[in-house]
C-alpha cells in the first residue's frame, strides 16, 4: 500500500521558519504532480502550493513569496520551505498526489509566541 509520510512540523515563533518533508514511493512521486495542503481547526482543508514533475510550481495566493516547494527526484520526496510564518499559518499540512492517494498523518505546524 503507497504511504505519504509527512515530518517537520513543530511549533515555531511568528516570523520563524519551518522545513517540511513527504516522502512516498518512486511509483507516485515520478509520474505525478506533488502538492501540500492544510487544514486549521474548524476549517476545511486547502490547498497550498504545487509542483509538477517537471518542476513547474504554483501557490496560493496566501503563501506565495513566503513558501517555497520542492522536490527531491533522487528521494521521492517533496518539500515545503515556510518563512515569515503567521499565527493564521497554523494548521495540520499534508501532502498528496494528484490525482490523490489516501491521506498520511500530516504534520501539526502551530505559529506562535
Known amino acids: 500500500q503507497v504511504q505519504l509520510v509527512e515530518s517537520g512540523g513543530g511549533l515555531v515563533q511568528p516570523g520563524g521558519s519551518l522545513r517540511l518533508s513527504c516522502a512516498t514511493s518512486r511509483s507516485i512521486f515520478s509520474s505525478r504532480t506533488m502538492a501540500w495542503y492544510r487544514q486549521a481547526p474548524g476549517k476545511e482543508r486547502e490547498w497550498v502550493a504545487l509542483?509538477?514533475?517537471?518542476?513547474?510550481?504554483n501557490y496560493a495566493p496566501f503563501v506565495k513569496g513566503r513558501f517555497t516547494i520542492s522536490r527531491d527526484n533522487a528521494e521521492n520526496t517533496v518539500y515545503l520551505q515556510m518563512n515569515s510564518l503567521k499565527p493564521d499559518d497554523t494548521a495540520v499540512y499534508y501532502c498528496?498526489?494528484?490525482?490523490?492517494?489516501?491521506w498520511g498523518q500530516g504534520t501539526q505546524v502551530t505559529v506562535s509566541s
Open positions: 509542483i509538477a514533475t517537471g518542476g513547474r510550481t
Open positions: 498528496n498526489s494528484i490525482p490523490p492517494i489516501d
